[in-house]
């Protein structure tokens, strides 16, 4: 084990039929069956069958002749405890969730086992796949929808893309804030339109710091961190746009959501600052 790098990649084509995944990793990489099986589980292997390639964690699977096994080992990722998710109600096709700072909203080809997704299909029961409809940051907390059905991903999904879904965070910031309600910050994130909306809540003289209400019409990648900051307050805890050497959790919730459930037809209202 002590030859085997911290990180690599591999990529191995089957040459016969009939090979086993878990021999035939733990031949090709070095790896100890029971570290392969880990790895597997934790979603850093993939297999290629055609155009098609997903992730392999079956142990036992019989590999064909033509099929690509790809294996994405880092032992950083891979040692990562995921953080607890708090269940908020299961609807059967979607549940929503608390996810927690720290938490990821989807995995890379390196492992998913620190994804609020992975963590569902672990954890909830009865036990249901489980498909991403939007995302949060890695740094930020707060509610989070988990479709538990392709076409209830999908149906969700095609809510947050016609706007039809009220979401709403709070941001603590350095410093006074003493901008106008619904200030609107109008500008383009990686080329795409990015609107956002800022009011204070509140003010915390020892701390100089304010407590923000932010609606977003746009969800960009860092959106609300990046906005806030051209604004010229921070987030507190933001280490990529932020001030240096904050060394709080990025102060950043996503505590409210509201929607018509395309099973019920009935509003849905989730608040985490009335529970």
Not at 131 to 153: P, T
Request: glycine share 6%.
């Amino acid at each position: 084990m002590s030859d085997i790098p911290q990180k690599f990649e591999k990529h191995i084509e089957i040459g016969s039929h009939g090979a086993i995944a878990v021999d035939l990793l733990a031949e090709e990489t070095g790896l100890s069956k029971q570290l392969v099986k880990q790895v597997m589980q934790k979603g850093a292997v993939w297999l290629t069958k055609g155009k098609k390639t997903q992730r392999l964690r079956r142990a036992k699977k019989g590999l064909k002749t033509g099929e690509i096994v790809h294996v994405y080992y880092d032992q950083y990722v891979l040692a990562m405890i995921p953080p607890e998710p708090e269940l908020i109600v299961d609807e059967g096709h979607y549940s929503i969730w608390n996810k927690p700072y720290g938490m990821l909203s989807q995995g890379s080809k390196w492992g998913d086992h620190c994804t609020i997704t992975r963590w569902t299909e672990q954890h909830l029961k009865p036990q249901r796949s489980s498909f991403v409809v939007h995302r949060l940051d890695r740094a930020a907390n707060g509610l989070i929808i988990v479709a538990h059905e392709k076409q209830a991903a999908a149906s969700l999904s095609a809510l947050f893309q016609q706007r039809k879904v009220d979401k709403r965070y709070q941001i603590w910031v350095h410093g006074q804030f003493k901008l106008e309600a619904n200030t609107k910050v109008d500008s383009s994130i990686d080329g795409r339109s990015a609107i956002s909306y800022f009011s204070l809540v509140k003010y915390n003289v020892d701390q100089d710091r304010s407590l923000l209400e932010v609606n977003i019409e746009t969800g960009r990648k860092h959106q609300i961190r990046r906005h806030s900051a051209e604004l010229s307050f921070p987030v507190i805890g933001d280490r990529m746009h932020g001030q240096q050497g904050d060394k709080e959790d990025l102060q950043l919730t996503a505590y409210y959501l509201s929607f018509e459930c395309p099973y019920s037809h009935t509003k849905k209202e989730f608040n985490l600052l009335t529970r």
